[in-house]
């Protein structure tokens, strides 16, 4: 049994939220368990809680249109998200959740070991570009660690603001030159909050 499969049946045992109790399934994630890429949305929404998988909803949909723009498939990339359980009447993550599923995700990333991390959305954009803002660092990427981060509006956002879709698609089409050429783009620190990520 691979380490993550290790990994998701001690997710599959986290009862640290309230949330827990009304769970239908936890929704780890599911991906190549060596992929370059890895895709981090916010929380499982009613489908994803349903069928124990990420983004196999609406905002799925669009999300596997966006991979086969850059020939992809979702079994090539990983797709997990911030927090593992879904928030009850599908409200945005709180803090304390937020915090409680970090170590799952961070073992994640480590087992995992991409060279990029795509970030959907500001819950997950806010762990790795803290302080920004979605609608200025959109389409950008920054490297720490030799790990290439990169901040995408959420998908769901085209469904509810159709003005957006052009832009999510065009982020998209940038991801290919910026894995090809992560060797060359410029390390910078993190942010002292940024460390908080990846501390115990
Ligand atoms: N939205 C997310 O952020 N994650 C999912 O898995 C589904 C919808």
Redesign the pocket.
Known sequence: MSALTELYKEIALCQQCEIAKFRNSV?PGEGAEDADLLFI?????WH?DKQGR??V?P??QFLDQLLASINLTRQQVYIA?VIKCRPTGNRDPLPDEIRNCNKWLRRQIELISPKMIVT??RYSMALFFPGKSIGKIHGTAIKQDGVVYYAMY?P?AALHQQSLRKTIEADMLKIPSLLAEAKNIAEVKPEPQQLNMFAD
Not at 41 to 45: C, L
């Open positions: 929704v949305g916010e929380a499982p929404g994803e990420p983004f909803g905002a799925g998200n959907l959305g959420h769901a």
